[in-house]
């Protein structure tokens, strides 16, 4: 689970400062702010993981991929190449480990969480080039090994460990190989040293934190009146949507049974989709199901009322087929994966935008089968009813402060502000920042104004 986050000079950020990243992190902002390109960044960096060119440090996307950044000029704050593309991740274990030194094997090294600092310039063709990066093992907030491996202009590849001290192997002389990609080590530079493997623990536990990584953006694929499954499993919903009903299909397969919480019932995963798309009070029932004994083509059929007739999903209102992978999403993520998403809450009306924010306090605090998931949602969102909703259950204590992360977006003399939200236990917003949302109470002052003054014009009217 992402625990922290900062990027400098990258698109419309300068310096996002560090962000700390709670459970459920809510993300708002004007259209345009910058918002999007903080989840961008790190689906960038998950493609580059499955690059085969391992000498790539970043790998900025094409039309093949699952993101395109454009060049490295449109990637860099104001174009400027001169400008170096510096992010830091930080992220807490499943489990704490323990990197042992096998030549003094007193010397173990305890974590329960990890850094990636990483920086990468332009080379001399302006393309990515990876200057350094710095890997960090904590414990209960103090670092217990760190390693730093990077290019020095005059003197070539290096590579610091601290505190551990690495021993060559004998006749293995050769140079220090450059790093590979923005936080890879060179298995050959490994391979000179008799205690260094320890040190490819880092990079395998952020492979698997990006691997665990979904994203669901903002428009999603129309309702169709099928949708093929064949009995596989599919990693996710897809960027948009697209793989809602295999998945839910699959989860249901599998025996996936959630709960709502500590305490709460279990129940099988179609139906605990189902229960809340009730509780959203977007439909009343929903059930998928064959078209025919042995064929894999499926058809979703809802009720709308518990008086009304099935019909598909593609005979009802957008607003279910659009929030359905957000929920499917949310709950068929993997144990202690990250899932970012660009407005769930798109084509609901009010009241479902705040039952969402209740079904995403549920997602972050669900247990599968019996075990926790501890599932982490980012989602980007526009909708002042979730964050309503949210304060609310903070003040209720349905949600603990430390649980929840919020931001607001805002344009600043340098690049975009990143500014945290401050929740107190009692759900108030302690800073509340201008031009947040639409100011209701204005909204009611010149409303009421306007009509005072219509009505002092219609009375002078009628006195002429």
């Known amino acids: 689970m992402l625990t922290e986050l900062r990027i400098k000079n990258f698109k419309a950020w300068k310096d996002t400062g560090r962000v700390r990243l709670a459970p459920l992190t809510v993300i708002f902002g004007a259209n345009s702010a910058g918002k999007s390109s903080l989840g961008h960044l790190l689906l960038g960096l998950q493609q580059t993981t499955l690059l085969t060119d391992r000498r790539r440090a970043i790998h900025l996307g094409d039309r093949h991929s699952p993101i395109d950044l454009g060049t490295l000029s449109d990637c ?18 499943p489990q704490a480990v323990s990197l042992r030194d096998p030549l003094a094997p007193k010397n173990t090294y305890k974590g329960d969480r990890m850094r990636l600092e990483s920086v990468i310039r332009a080379d001399s063709k302006e393309q990515p080039q990876l ?5 960090e093992l904590r414990n209960q907030g103090d670092t217990t090994l760190s390693v730093e491996h990077g290019i020095r202009d005059k003197s070539g590849p290096y590579l610091d460990v601290d505190p551990m001290r690495l021993v060559m192997k004998q006749g293995r002389k050769w140079p220090i190989e450059a790093p590979e990609k923005f936080y890879r080590f060179s298995g050959v530079t490994l391979a000179r040293y008799q205690n260094a493997d320890a040190l490819s623990e880092f990079p395998l536990r952020l492979e698997q934190l990006l691997a665990d990584l979904t994203y669901l953006g903002p428009l999603r694929e129309p309702p169709q009146r099928t949708y093929s499954w064949a009995g596989d499993t599919v990693p996710e919903v897809g960027a948009r949507g697209e793989l809602a009903i ?22 099988a995963f179609d139906a605990f989709v189902a229960r809340w798309l009730r509780d959203l009070g977007v439909i009343d029932s929903f059930v998928v199901r064959p078209i025919a004994e042995g064929r894999k083509e499926y058809e979703v059929l809802v009720r709308t009322r518990r008086s009304s007739a099935e019909v598909k999903l593609t005979d009802v209102g957008f607003g279910v087929s659009q929030v359905l992978p957000a929920l499917v999403q949310a709950f068929y993520a993997q144990p202690n994966s990250t899932v970012w998403m660009e407005q769930p809450e798109i084509h609901l009306h009010p009241q479902a935008q705040a039952e969402l924010a209740d079904a995403f306090i549920s997602a972050v605090q669900a247990s599968q089968n019996g075990t926790p998931r501890n ?3 980012i989602v980007e969102s526009h909708s002042e009813h979730f964050l309503q909703r949210l304060q609310r259950r903070v003040a209720e204590q349905a949600i603990s402060p430390d649980e ?56 002078g009217s009628a006195h002429e």
């Open 76 to 93: 860099l704050y104001e174009h400027d190449m001169k400008e170096k593309l510096e992010f830091t991740l930080g992220w807490r274990l």
């Open 375 to 377: 599932v982490q949602l």
């Open 246 to 267: 295999p998945a839910l299909l699959a989860a249901t397969h599998d025996g996936v049974k959630l709960n709502r919480g500590p305490g709460k019932r279990y129940e």
């Open 131 to 135: 200057e350094r990066f710095r890997y």
């Open 404 to 459: 929840v992360a919020a931001y607001f977006v805002r344009q600043g003399g340098v690049g975009v502000k990143l500014v945290p939200l401050q929740i107190n236990p009692f759900g108030d917003i302690e800073n509340w920042p201008d031009n947040f949302f639409a100011d209701e109470m204005a909204e009611i002052t010149a409303r009421t104004v306007a009509a005072m003054r219509r009505k002092q014009q219609e009375t």
